[in-house]
Protein backbone atom coordinates (compact mmCIF):
# COMPACT_ATOMS: atom_id res chain seq x y z
CA UNK A 1 0.00 0.00 0.00
CA UNK A 2 2.81 2.62 0.97
CA UNK A 3 4.41 1.50 -2.41
CA UNK A 4 1.23 2.62 -4.37
CA UNK A 5 0.68 5.70 -2.36
CA UNK A 6 4.65 6.61 -3.50
CA UNK A 7 4.71 5.63 -7.60
CA UNK A 8 1.39 8.04 -7.10
CA UNK A 9 3.39 10.86 -5.50
CA UNK A 10 6.24 10.34 -8.66
CA UNK A 11 3.61 10.79 -10.99
CA UNK A 12 1.71 13.76 -9.56
CA UNK A 13 5.34 15.46 -8.97
CA UNK A 14 6.31 14.89 -12.10
CA UNK A 15 2.89 15.95 -14.23
CA UNK A 16 3.08 19.52 -12.09
CA UNK A 17 6.74 19.87 -12.91
CA UNK A 18 5.73 19.36 -16.75
CA UNK A 19 2.76 21.96 -16.32
CA UNK A 20 5.19 24.34 -14.72
CA UNK A 21 7.52 24.24 -17.54
CA UNK A 22 5.11 24.42 -20.33
CA UNK A 23 3.62 27.49 -18.25
CA UNK A 24 7.26 28.81 -18.09
CA UNK A 25 7.64 28.13 -21.80
CA UNK A 26 4.68 30.08 -22.93
CA UNK A 27 5.37 33.15 -19.97
CA UNK A 28 8.43 33.79 -21.94
CA UNK A 29 8.45 35.75 -25.32
CA UNK A 30 9.69 34.12 -28.23
CA UNK A 31 12.36 36.29 -29.90
CA UNK A 32 11.00 37.04 -33.46
CA UNK A 33 13.49 37.33 -36.73
CA UNK A 34 14.06 41.28 -37.51
CA UNK A 35 16.45 42.64 -40.36
CA UNK A 36 19.59 44.54 -38.75
CA UNK A 37 22.43 45.93 -40.78
CA UNK A 38 25.88 45.74 -39.62
CA UNK A 39 26.98 49.29 -39.98
CA UNK A 40 30.65 50.23 -41.61
CA UNK A 41 32.61 53.58 -42.72
CA UNK A 42 31.40 55.15 -46.59
CA UNK A 43 31.57 58.02 -48.26
CA UNK A 44 28.94 60.23 -48.89
CA UNK A 45 27.63 64.03 -50.39
CA UNK A 46 25.79 66.59 -47.67
CA UNK A 47 24.51 69.35 -50.20
CA UNK A 48 23.48 72.37 -47.78
CA UNK A 49 20.70 75.04 -48.84
CA UNK A 50 20.80 78.69 -47.96
CA UNK A 51 17.92 80.75 -49.17
CA UNK A 52 20.02 83.18 -51.50
CA UNK A 53 18.96 86.38 -53.45
CA UNK A 54 19.81 87.36 -57.07
CA UNK A 55 21.85 90.91 -58.54
CA UNK A 56 23.71 91.26 -62.12
CA UNK A 57 27.39 92.04 -61.87
CA UNK A 58 26.56 95.91 -61.85
CA UNK A 59 22.95 96.96 -60.88
CA UNK A 60 23.03 101.07 -61.64
CA UNK A 61 20.48 103.33 -60.94
CA UNK A 62 19.96 106.25 -63.68
CA UNK A 63 19.57 109.74 -62.49
CA UNK A 64 19.05 112.39 -64.55
CA UNK A 65 22.13 115.02 -63.44
CA UNK A 66 20.24 118.31 -64.49
CA UNK A 67 16.55 119.47 -63.53
CA UNK A 68 13.98 119.58 -66.56
CA UNK A 69 10.81 117.33 -67.70
CA UNK A 70 10.81 114.39 -69.32
CA UNK A 71 10.48 114.71 -73.04
CA UNK A 72 10.72 111.38 -74.43
CA UNK A 73 11.51 107.98 -73.33
CA UNK A 74 13.16 105.29 -75.38
CA UNK A 75 13.21 102.00 -73.57
CA UNK A 76 10.68 99.93 -72.00
CA UNK A 77 10.82 97.55 -69.32
CA UNK A 78 12.66 94.69 -69.52
CA UNK A 79 14.11 95.76 -72.76
CA UNK A 80 18.37 94.44 -73.75
CA UNK A 81 20.48 97.54 -74.09
CA UNK A 82 23.81 98.11 -75.13
CA UNK A 83 26.32 100.41 -73.66
CA UNK A 84 25.44 104.33 -74.66
CA UNK A 85 21.93 103.92 -75.99
CA UNK A 86 19.72 106.35 -75.76
CA UNK A 87 17.32 105.85 -72.88
CA UNK A 88 15.90 109.24 -72.00
CA UNK A 89 15.64 112.95 -73.01
CA UNK A 90 14.57 115.59 -70.94
CA UNK A 91 13.36 119.05 -72.36
CA UNK A 92 16.13 121.60 -73.28
CA UNK A 93 14.21 124.77 -74.78
CA UNK A 94 15.67 126.89 -71.89
CA UNK A 95 18.95 125.36 -72.31
CA UNK A 96 19.18 126.24 -75.80
CA UNK A 97 18.27 129.82 -75.15
CA UNK A 98 21.18 130.33 -72.32
CA UNK A 99 23.39 128.29 -75.08
CA UNK A 100 22.36 130.76 -77.74
CA UNK A 101 22.98 133.76 -75.64
CA UNK A 102 26.34 132.37 -73.92
CA UNK A 103 27.44 131.63 -77.69
CA UNK A 104 26.87 135.29 -78.85
CA UNK A 105 28.69 136.38 -75.78
CA UNK A 106 31.75 134.08 -76.39
CA UNK A 107 31.78 135.51 -80.29
CA UNK A 108 31.97 139.62 -77.83
CA UNK A 109 34.82 138.52 -75.79
CA UNK A 110 36.54 137.40 -78.72
CA UNK A 111 35.69 140.09 -81.13
CA UNK A 112 37.34 142.27 -78.25
CA UNK A 113 40.43 139.98 -77.53
CA UNK A 114 41.23 140.66 -81.66
CA UNK A 115 40.50 144.28 -81.65
CA UNK A 116 43.45 144.78 -78.54
CA UNK A 117 46.04 142.48 -79.66
CA UNK A 118 47.36 144.97 -82.76
CA UNK A 119 46.57 147.93 -80.31
CA UNK A 120 49.23 145.94 -77.36
CA UNK A 121 51.85 145.03 -80.29
CA UNK A 122 51.99 149.30 -81.14
CA UNK A 123 52.17 149.77 -77.81
CA UNK A 124 49.12 151.83 -77.95
CA UNK A 125 47.48 150.28 -75.04
CA UNK A 126 48.95 148.37 -72.34
CA UNK A 127 49.10 144.60 -71.53
CA UNK A 128 46.49 144.67 -69.10
CA UNK A 129 43.68 145.45 -71.23
CA UNK A 130 44.75 142.55 -73.09
CA UNK A 131 44.60 139.94 -70.76
CA UNK A 132 41.48 141.35 -68.94
CA UNK A 133 40.24 141.09 -72.58
CA UNK A 134 41.28 137.16 -72.41
CA UNK A 135 39.69 136.17 -69.23
CA UNK A 136 36.74 137.87 -70.24
CA UNK A 137 36.86 135.01 -73.39
CA UNK A 138 38.19 132.27 -71.07
CA UNK A 139 35.00 133.13 -68.39
CA UNK A 140 32.43 133.40 -71.47
CA UNK A 141 33.65 130.06 -73.18
CA UNK A 142 33.68 128.23 -69.88
CA UNK A 143 29.80 128.97 -69.41
CA UNK A 144 29.13 128.56 -72.98
CA UNK A 145 30.70 124.83 -72.66
CA UNK A 146 28.84 124.36 -68.95
CA UNK A 147 25.11 125.47 -70.63
CA UNK A 148 26.53 122.79 -73.25
CA UNK A 149 26.90 120.01 -71.17
CA UNK A 150 23.75 120.75 -69.36
CA UNK A 151 22.34 119.83 -72.69
CA UNK A 152 24.37 116.86 -73.28
CA UNK A 153 22.86 115.37 -69.96
CA UNK A 154 19.41 115.89 -70.86
CA UNK A 155 19.88 113.01 -72.99
CA UNK A 156 20.21 109.95 -70.68
CA UNK A 157 22.39 107.70 -72.07
CA UNK A 158 23.11 103.63 -70.55
CA UNK A 159 26.20 103.44 -69.10
CA UNK A 160 26.69 99.45 -68.95
CA UNK A 161 25.28 96.42 -71.41
CA UNK A 162 21.97 95.46 -69.47
CA UNK A 163 18.13 95.11 -68.77
CA UNK A 164 16.07 98.16 -68.31
CA UNK A 165 14.43 97.52 -64.92
CA UNK A 166 11.39 99.34 -63.87
CA UNK A 167 9.95 103.44 -65.65
CA UNK A 168 8.14 104.52 -62.49
CA UNK A 169 8.19 107.57 -64.10
CA UNK A 170 6.67 108.98 -67.38
CA UNK A 171 6.71 111.44 -70.33
CA UNK A 172 6.06 114.86 -68.38
CA UNK A 173 7.36 114.25 -65.01
CA UNK A 174 10.38 116.63 -63.79
CA UNK A 175 13.35 115.15 -62.26
CA UNK A 176 15.97 116.73 -61.18
CA UNK A 177 19.77 115.51 -59.53
CA UNK A 178 17.71 115.55 -55.93
CA UNK A 179 14.94 113.25 -57.40
CA UNK A 180 14.46 110.31 -55.24
CA UNK A 181 13.69 107.93 -56.90
CA UNK A 182 15.69 106.51 -60.28
CA UNK A 183 14.66 107.03 -63.46
CA UNK A 184 15.30 103.13 -64.27
CA UNK A 185 17.90 100.80 -63.31
CA UNK A 186 19.94 98.92 -65.64
CA UNK A 187 21.24 95.69 -64.78
CA UNK A 188 24.17 93.34 -66.47
CA UNK A 189 23.22 90.06 -65.51
CA UNK A 190 25.30 88.52 -68.23
CA UNK A 191 26.65 86.58 -64.93
CA UNK A 192 24.16 86.50 -61.80
CA UNK A 193 25.72 86.83 -57.94
CA UNK A 194 24.16 84.74 -55.48
CA UNK A 195 24.30 86.14 -52.38
CA UNK A 196 23.50 84.10 -48.71
CA UNK A 197 25.12 84.22 -45.59
CA UNK A 198 26.15 81.41 -43.23
CA UNK A 199 26.53 80.85 -39.40
CA UNK A 200 30.28 80.68 -37.88
CA UNK A 201 29.56 76.80 -38.03
CA UNK A 202 28.63 76.65 -41.30
CA UNK A 203 31.41 78.60 -42.22
CA UNK A 204 33.76 76.48 -40.66
CA UNK A 205 32.38 73.13 -41.64
CA UNK A 206 32.92 74.35 -46.10
CA UNK A 207 36.02 75.66 -45.37
CA UNK A 208 37.91 72.74 -43.27
CA UNK A 209 36.64 70.43 -45.90
CA UNK A 210 37.99 71.98 -48.82
CA UNK A 211 41.13 71.40 -50.07
CA UNK A 212 44.34 73.95 -49.64
CA UNK A 213 46.27 75.57 -47.48
CA UNK A 214 45.21 79.25 -47.64
CA UNK A 215 41.38 80.63 -47.31
CA UNK A 216 42.00 81.91 -51.30
CA UNK A 217 43.31 78.49 -52.29
CA UNK A 218 40.58 76.91 -50.28
CA UNK A 219 37.61 79.16 -52.28
CA UNK A 220 39.07 78.00 -55.37
CA UNK A 221 38.95 74.35 -55.14
CA UNK A 222 35.59 74.41 -53.56
CA UNK A 223 32.85 72.15 -55.63
CA UNK A 224 30.41 73.74 -57.78
CA UNK A 225 27.04 74.74 -56.28
CA UNK A 226 23.74 74.32 -57.26
CA UNK A 227 20.91 77.26 -57.98
CA UNK A 228 17.63 76.09 -57.23
CA UNK A 229 15.10 78.64 -58.75
CA UNK A 230 12.06 79.95 -57.21
CA UNK A 231 9.54 76.94 -59.00
CA UNK A 232 12.51 74.67 -57.58
CA UNK A 233 13.67 73.55 -60.84
CA UNK A 234 17.47 73.44 -60.53
CA UNK A 235 19.14 76.07 -62.86
CA UNK A 236 21.29 74.32 -65.45
CA UNK A 237 24.13 76.10 -64.80
CA UNK A 238 26.68 75.28 -62.33
CA UNK A 239 27.87 77.99 -60.13
CA UNK A 240 30.78 78.86 -58.39
CA UNK A 241 31.93 80.26 -54.82
CA UNK A 242 33.77 83.14 -54.94
CA UNK A 243 34.07 85.33 -51.43
CA UNK A 244 33.07 85.65 -48.39
CA UNK A 245 33.11 88.67 -46.46
CA UNK A 246 36.09 89.16 -44.29
CA UNK A 247 34.65 88.93 -40.63
CA UNK A 248 31.42 87.57 -39.38
CA UNK A 249 28.65 90.28 -38.85
CA UNK A 250 28.58 91.47 -35.19
CA UNK A 251 24.90 91.19 -34.66
CA UNK A 252 24.13 87.89 -36.95
CA UNK A 253 27.41 86.46 -36.42
CA UNK A 254 27.10 85.27 -40.02
CA UNK A 255 29.43 85.54 -42.89
CA UNK A 256 28.04 86.89 -46.40
CA UNK A 257 28.94 84.70 -49.29
CA UNK A 258 28.90 85.19 -53.15
CA UNK A 259 28.53 82.66 -55.64
CA UNK A 260 28.11 83.41 -59.52
CA UNK A 261 26.30 81.51 -62.14
CA UNK A 262 26.56 82.11 -65.76
CA UNK A 263 23.48 83.74 -67.39
CA UNK A 264 23.85 83.97 -71.57
CA UNK A 265 20.24 83.29 -72.07
CA UNK A 266 18.98 86.18 -69.42
CA UNK A 267 17.11 83.94 -67.51
CA UNK A 268 17.86 84.88 -64.34
CA UNK A 269 17.13 88.66 -63.73
CA UNK A 270 18.14 90.87 -60.66
CA UNK A 271 15.87 91.16 -57.54
CA UNK A 272 15.29 87.09 -57.81
CA UNK A 273 15.32 84.64 -55.27
CA UNK A 274 16.41 81.16 -55.11
CA UNK A 275 18.46 79.27 -53.06
CA UNK A 276 22.21 77.96 -53.13
CA UNK A 277 23.25 74.37 -52.62
CA UNK A 278 26.70 73.89 -51.53
CA UNK A 279 27.98 70.16 -51.38
CA UNK A 280 30.17 69.26 -48.58
CA UNK A 281 31.80 65.53 -49.39
CA UNK A 282 32.60 63.35 -46.16
CA UNK A 283 34.91 60.51 -45.86
CA UNK A 284 34.30 57.45 -43.65
CA UNK A 285 31.22 58.36 -42.05
CA UNK A 286 28.63 55.87 -41.17
CA UNK A 287 24.91 56.27 -43.40
CA UNK A 288 21.88 55.21 -42.00
CA UNK A 289 18.69 54.68 -43.64
CA UNK A 290 15.85 57.54 -42.17
CA UNK A 291 13.15 54.66 -42.18
CA UNK A 292 15.86 53.10 -39.31
CA UNK A 293 15.35 55.80 -37.11
CA UNK A 294 12.31 57.34 -34.38
CA UNK A 295 11.58 61.00 -33.44
CA UNK A 296 10.83 60.82 -29.65
CA UNK A 297 10.50 64.09 -27.51
CA UNK A 298 12.64 65.98 -30.10
CA UNK A 299 15.36 63.14 -30.10
CA UNK A 300 16.37 61.24 -32.90
CA UNK A 301 16.27 57.40 -31.68
CA UNK A 302 17.97 54.37 -33.59
CA UNK A 303 17.41 50.83 -32.38
CA UNK A 304 20.20 48.19 -32.19
CA UNK A 305 20.82 44.83 -31.25
CA UNK A 306 23.08 44.15 -28.26
CA UNK A 307 25.75 41.40 -27.71
CA UNK A 308 22.13 39.32 -25.98
CA UNK A 309 20.16 40.16 -29.52
CA UNK A 310 17.98 42.65 -27.25
CA UNK A 311 16.38 45.32 -28.70
CA UNK A 312 18.32 48.80 -27.29
CA UNK A 313 17.36 52.33 -27.95
CA UNK A 314 20.04 54.91 -28.90
CA UNK A 315 20.03 58.72 -28.88
CA UNK A 316 21.67 59.91 -31.87
CA UNK A 317 22.80 63.22 -33.86
CA UNK A 318 22.27 63.00 -37.40
CA UNK A 319 22.59 65.20 -40.93
CA UNK A 320 20.39 64.21 -43.60
CA UNK A 321 21.63 63.56 -47.13
CA UNK A 322 19.87 65.23 -50.06
CA UNK A 323 17.20 62.64 -51.18
CA UNK A 324 15.01 62.59 -47.94
CA UNK A 325 16.17 58.84 -47.45
CA UNK A 326 19.39 58.59 -45.13
CA UNK A 327 21.15 60.27 -42.85
CA UNK A 328 24.74 60.97 -41.63
CA UNK A 329 25.16 59.50 -38.12
CA UNK A 330 27.45 62.49 -35.87
CA UNK A 331 27.24 60.83 -32.60
CA UNK A 332 25.76 57.94 -31.09
CA UNK A 333 27.10 55.08 -33.29
CA UNK A 334 29.92 53.13 -34.18
CA UNK A 335 30.98 50.76 -37.00
CA UNK A 336 29.96 47.62 -36.20
CA UNK A 337 26.67 47.85 -34.29
CA UNK A 338 23.95 46.04 -35.63
CA UNK A 339 20.19 48.57 -36.45
CA UNK A 340 17.08 47.64 -37.10
CA UNK A 341 15.59 48.40 -40.12
CA UNK A 342 12.31 46.31 -39.69
CA UNK A 343 9.62 46.24 -36.85
CA UNK A 344 11.17 49.53 -36.08
CA UNK A 345 8.17 51.55 -33.93
CA UNK A 346 7.01 48.36 -33.27
CA UNK A 347 9.52 46.48 -31.19
CA UNK A 348 10.29 47.86 -27.55
CA UNK A 349 13.10 48.01 -25.35
CA UNK A 350 14.87 45.24 -24.27
CA UNK A 351 12.31 42.82 -26.66
CA UNK A 352 14.77 39.73 -27.54
CA UNK A 353 15.33 38.95 -31.27
CA UNK A 354 16.89 36.72 -33.74
CA UNK A 355 18.80 38.93 -36.02
CA UNK A 356 19.00 38.47 -39.72
CA UNK A 357 21.98 40.33 -41.57
CA UNK A 358 21.50 42.28 -44.31
CA UNK A 359 24.48 43.56 -46.64
CA UNK A 360 24.95 47.09 -45.81
CA UNK A 361 25.80 48.02 -49.21
CA UNK A 362 22.21 47.09 -50.31
CA UNK A 363 20.91 49.29 -48.25
CA UNK A 364 22.62 52.19 -48.30
CA UNK A 365 23.26 52.11 -52.27
CA UNK A 366 20.95 49.79 -53.47
CA UNK A 367 21.36 51.77 -56.93
CA UNK A 368 25.13 50.94 -57.46
CA UNK A 369 24.72 47.24 -55.95
CA UNK A 370 21.80 46.76 -58.58
CA UNK A 371 23.88 48.27 -61.39
CA UNK A 372 26.70 45.88 -61.00
CA UNK A 373 24.61 42.93 -60.98
Keep these: MKKRYFITAIIVSISLLSCNQKKAEQAAPQAMPYKVVQLSNSNTTLLAEYPATLEGITDIDIRAKVDGYIEKIYVQEGQEVKKGQLLFKLETQTANQEAAAAKAKVAAAQVEVNRLKPLVERNIISDVQLETAKANLASAKSTYQGILAKINYASIKSPVNGIVGTLPLRIGSYVSSQTAEP ?191
Design 183 to 373: LTRISDVSTIYAYFSVNEKQQLDIMMNAEGKTFQQKIANMPAVNLVLSNGMVYEQKGKIETFSGQANTQTGSFNVRASFSNANKLLRSGGSATVQVPTDLKDVIVIPQNATLELQDKRIVLIADKENKVKSIPVEVRAIPGGQFFVVDKGLNVNDKILIEGVGIVSEGTPIVPELVDYATVINPEKIKSTN
